[in-house]
């Protein structure tokens, strides 16, 4: 059935239109091309958008929440749900109009947009952005913006002022986010000059995030105990109910990227059913045969990696090339939370940069190799017509945003440092815990 007449069928049988209005509207939905609104992308891409809000909220909130100790657990949520309101508010303010605007001086165009957009000015319902109404892709690109803030949290929780957190996230957004987001997919530097594929964030949502993540765990320094003190999650139930969130969320994440239920849309879908399925296994398996059982974590951990890998990649690749990212993104990301968080001597409280970030650049170098038609894949991007180079563009794309974030963070962090007496909060603090000690507030009051 063709999806105008399915659509047809649906206004019907639900009583939402008479016969002649149904068609009108279905007839519209089908045309689907650029310069006309479709219904059908329209209304896929604002599912797409609630399903990566819920990815954030509740997902990561409680993916995070139930792996820190019961007396950080309500700050936990309580940055994912500022965290994600200040990106949306600074998404509507300036980040839309910068990211997906064209400057009108081709050198700053490389970097970032114009503020043609401000505060979403002289945006109608009419305004169309290809067949989708503007403000749908306004939103579902936020949804983005709001994600990429929440990952950041889980490396210095328990331990960093929420204040000092406001302010790093305000200037990591307007100077690393939008200048990435604008570079990738905004027709930027590393889209114009490097061709590198990122379908839905490797290196914009994951590899940013991770590196900030990174930095701030530095600044703010191990907790009091760390390396001696058990820290064990105090709800692994809740981190499976919010791993699982984040899966479910995922399909909007991955699959709308296409902004079509088309069968683009549906590789994307499937590869996110298969990659992080065979990341879950192989982190299980490798860590029951390393560390002699296979735990809940393990496979919540495993899964997310494999989501994280499949990112970018998962409209290039065939189900093989997914198995294989899948496969790896469990292996890698097992020794980035263990092998590689020694070597760097940090306290990544929640494991952000050992499954983001390794996660992310294993994905975004993959998807160079996988994407090759010789691998099933569908193809090179325009302008390269190898593997070589089309990993040299992905190579250079992760460099480009290791960079680019790692020294917005620095400067962040130093800045908050200075602005806020420390990013970190007093030991007293810290050993009471930031529920209540900087919420007054308790996760839970037992009677």
Not at 61 to 76: E, T
Not at 381 to 406: C, N, R, Y
């Amino acid at each position: 059935m063709r999806r105008g007449s399915l659509l047809t069928f649906l206004l019907l049988m639900t009583g939402a239109m008479d016969i002649a209005g149904a068609e009108e509207l279905a007839e519209a939905a089908e045309t689907g091309a650029a310069g006309q609104l479709s219904l059908v992308d329209n209304c896929f891409v604002m599912i797409c958008a609630a399903l990566v809000i819920l990815m954030s909220v509740p997902g990561i909130a409680l993916f995070y929440g139930g792996l820190v100790r019961v007396k950080n657990m309500l700050s936990l949520l309580t940055q994912t749900a500022m965290a994600f309101s200040l990106m949306f508010v600074l998404w509507a303010l300036f980040g839309y109009s910068l990211s997906f605007g064209t400057n009108g001086s081709e050198f700053l165009n490389n970097f970032v947009g114009n503020f043609d957009k401000f505060m979403m000015m002289g945006v109608l319902p009419d305004n169309l952005n290809g067949t989708l109404s503007d403000f749908t892709f306004f939103s579902f690109q936020g949804a983005f913006a709001g994600i990429t803030a929440c990952l950041i949290l889980g490396s210095f929780a328990e331990r960093i002022k929420f204040s000092a957190l406001i302010f790093v996230l305000v200037f990591w957004f307007a100077l690393s986010y939008i200048p990435l987001c604008h570079m990738v997919w905004g027709g930027g530097y590393v889209d114009s000059a490097w061709h590198a594929w990122d379908f839905a964030g490797g290196t914009v949502v994951h590899i940013n995030a991770a590196v900030c993540a990174l930095v701030g765990a530095y600044f703010s320094g191990n907790r009091i105990g760390f390396g001696r003190e058990r820290m064990a999650p105090h709800s692994l139930v809740m981190t499976m109910i919010g791993a699982s969130l984040l899966w479910v969320g995922w399909f909007g994440f991955n699959a709308g990227s296409e902004l079509s239920p088309d069968g683009v849309a549906a590789l994307a879908f499937a590869n996110t059913c298969v990659a992080p399925a065979a990341a879950a296994l192989s982190w299980l398996f490798l860590e029951w045969i390393f560390q002699g059982k296979p735990s809940l974590l393990g496979i919540c951990s495993g899964a997310v990696a494999g989501l994280v890998a499949i990112t970018p990649a998962c409209a290039f690749v065939s189900i093989g090339g997914a198995l294989i990212i899948g496969l790896t993104a469990g292996a890698v990301c097992l020794w980035g939370v263990h092998g590689l968080k020694k070597l760097l001597r940090v306290d990544d409280s929640l494991d952000v940069f050992g499954v983001h970030g390794v996660g992310g650049i294993a994905g975004a170098l993959l998807t160079g190799i996988l994407c090759s038609p010789d691998f099933g894949g569908t193809g090179f991007k325009e302008g390269w017509d190898s593997i070589g180079g089309q990993f040299a563009g992905q190579l250079v794309s992760v460099i480009i945003t290791i960079v680019v974030s790692g020294v917005v963070s620095v400067i962040g962090f130093l800045i908050a440092d200075k602005l806020f007496h420390g990013v970190r909060v007093s030991q007293d603090e810290e050993r009471e815990g930031l529920d209540l000690s900087w919420h007054g507030e308790r996760a839970y009051n037992l009677i």
